[in-house]
C-alpha cells in the first residue's frame, strides 16, 4: 500500500514510508514541543512536493498566526491559499463535527473543489470542552475522524500534553484508541540542557520503528535525527545513562 | 448660489468609489460591522456560531447576533441552520469578496476612514 509522505526529514523512515492513507494520526505533546510546526509541515509538503492541497482545521489560532509562523520557515501560506491549494478554516469543534456530518458542508466542500488530500485539526483536545463524558467524548471524536476519512482525507491531529517534563498525567481522553497512529513529544532533559524526543507508539496496518529518536526545529521546519544512544528512561522526560544505573543495580549493592 | 457648509461636507464625505460608498452606508453601517467585516477579511475561512464569532472579536454575543444577521441580510455573509444551529460564514460570492477586499484595503487611508466614520455616525442619528 502506498504511504502518505510526511516528507519530514527522518519521520517518514519511522513511519515506514508515511501515514497510511485515509487515516487519523495523533501527535501529541507539551506546549512548544512542534506538534503544530509537524502538522504544518505536513500539509505544506503535501502541497509542493506530493501536489495534494490540505485543510487546516484550528479551534483556537487565528488563520493570520498559522500565516505568520509559517512564513517563518519560508511557507508562504497565504499564496497558496490564493493557488486554491490550502484552505485554514477557524472553527469550534461543535461546528466542525455538524459540519463534517452534513451533506454540503464546508469540510466537503473544500475537498470536492479543491480536492483537498490532507487536514491537519489543530487541536483535537478542544473537543473535551464538548462533554464531560469519555463516553460520549470518544463517540465525538470517532464520529468526527470516520467523517474525515469518508472524505477521502488523511488526517493528522494535534493534541496537547500538559506535562512539560515527566510521565504524562493520567485524563479521561481515548481519542489514542480511536486514531491510526500515535506519536508522543516529549522534552528531555540530558545535563542540564533541554533536547526534544519523539517516538511512534502505535500504528494500525503497518510496522514502524520502535526507537526514541531526538529532533530539532530549524529554520526548514522539523528535523528527526538519531536515537538517543546510552539512555533510558528517555520518555520520563529525565533519562539516566546506562550505565549509571547498571551501577546502580549490580557495583553498589 | 453658495452651498452652506453641511452641503460641502457632504459631497466632500461622498467623495469615493461609489460602490464603497454604498457598502459603507448600507451594509458596513456600523462600528460592530466594520469589525466583524475586518475579522472576516483577515479570517476569511472562518464558519461559527454567534457565541464563538463574538468571543474571536472580543466583543458581547447579544450585540453581535443582529449586526451578524444585517449582514447576512445584506449579502456580506451567509448563515447556514445545522441541526437547529446557526452557523455564520463569509459570503461565498466572488463579487463580494472583492468588494470586502476593496473596503479594507481602502481603510488603509486616512482618509478615506475619517469618510467611513461620519458616514457611520450619521446613519446611526
Known amino acids: 500500500m502506498d504511504h502518505v509522505q510526511t516528507g519530514i526529514t527522518g519521520l517518514d523512515e519511522m513511519l515506514f514510508g508515511g501515514f497510511l492513507p485515509q487515516t487519523a494520526n495523533l501527535v501529541e505533546g507539551a506546549p512548544g514541543t512542534g506538534k503544530t510546526t509537524i502538522g504544518m509541515q505536513f500539509i505544506y509538503n503535501g502541497i509542493v512536493e506530493f501536489n495534494e ?3 487546516i482545521i484550528t479551534f483556537e489560532e487565528f488563520p493570520q498566526q498559522y500565516y505568520h509562523d509559517a512564513s517563518e520557515f ?6 497558496l491559499e490564493k493557488d486554491g491549494k490550502l484552505k485554514v478554516i477557524m472553527t469550534s469543534p461543535e461546528v466542525s463535527r455538524l459540519d463534517v456530518e452534513s451533506v454540503g458542508g464546508m469540510i466537503e466542500t473544500s475537498v470536492s473543489r479543491m480536492g483537498a488530500r490532507r487536514v491537519l485539526v489543530d487541536s483535537i483536545t478542544h473537543f473535551e470542552r464538548l462533554t464531560q463524558d ?5 463517540s465525538l471524536e470517532y464520529s468526527f475522524i470516520n467523517g474525515l476519512k469518508r472524505e477521502g482525507l488523511t488526517s493528522l491531529l494535534t493534541r496537547e500534553s500538559p506535562t512539560l517534563l515527566g510521565e504524562a498525567s493520567h485524563d479521561d481522553s481515548n481519542v ?7 506519536t508522543l513529544l516529549r522534552y528531555v532533559e540530558i545535563e542540564s540542557t533541554i533536547y526534544r524526543a519523539l517516538l511512534v507508539l502505535k500504528m494500525r496496518g503497518s510496522d514502524h520503528a520502535k526507537d526514541i529518536r531526538q529532533f530539532e526545529i530549524t529554520e526548514h521546519g522539523v528535523e528527526v535525527r538519531s536515537k538517543f544512544e546510552g539512555r533510558e528512561g528517555i520518555m520520563s522526560g529525565n533519562p539516566r545513562r546506562m550505565v549509571d544505573s547498571f551501577v546502580e543495580a549490580f557495583v553498589k549493592r | 448660489m453658495v452651498a452652506n457648509g453641511d452641503d460641502f461636507t457632504a459631497r466632500l464625505m461622498n467623495d469615493m468609489d461609489p460602490a464603497l460608498l454604498d457598502f459603507v452606508k448600507s451594509k458596513v453601517n456600523s462600528f460592530i460591522k466594520w469589525d466583524l467585516v475586518r475579522f472576516f477579511y483577515e479570517n476569511p475561512n472562518t464558519a461559527d456560531t454567534v457565541d464563538n464569532i463574538a468571543r474571536y472579536a472580543g466583543r458581547n454575543a447579544t450585540a453581535v447576533k443582529p449586526e451578524l444577521d444585517d449582514l447576512v441580510e445584506s449579502g456580506v455573509m451567509e448563515k447556514r441552520e445545522v441541526e437547529g444551529t446557526s452557523i ?7 463579487d463580494m469578496r472583492e468588494l470586502v477586499d476593496r473596503f479594507i484595503l481602502a481603510c488603509e487611508d486616512r482618509h478615506f ?3 467611513a466614520v461620519y458616514h457611520i455616525i450619521r446613519g446611526m442619528r
Open chain 2, 113 to 115: 476612514r475619517v469618510k
Open chain 1, 74 to 79: 519560508g511557507w508562504d501560506f497565504e499564496q
Open chain 1, 53 to 55: 492541497p490540505g485543510l
Open chain 1, 134 to 138: 469519555p463516553v460520549e467524548l470518544r
Open chain 1, 176 to 182: 489514542a484508541f480511536v486514531v491510526d497512529s500515535y
Open chain 2, 88 to 94: 455564520y460564514s463569509l459570503a461565498d460570492n466572488e
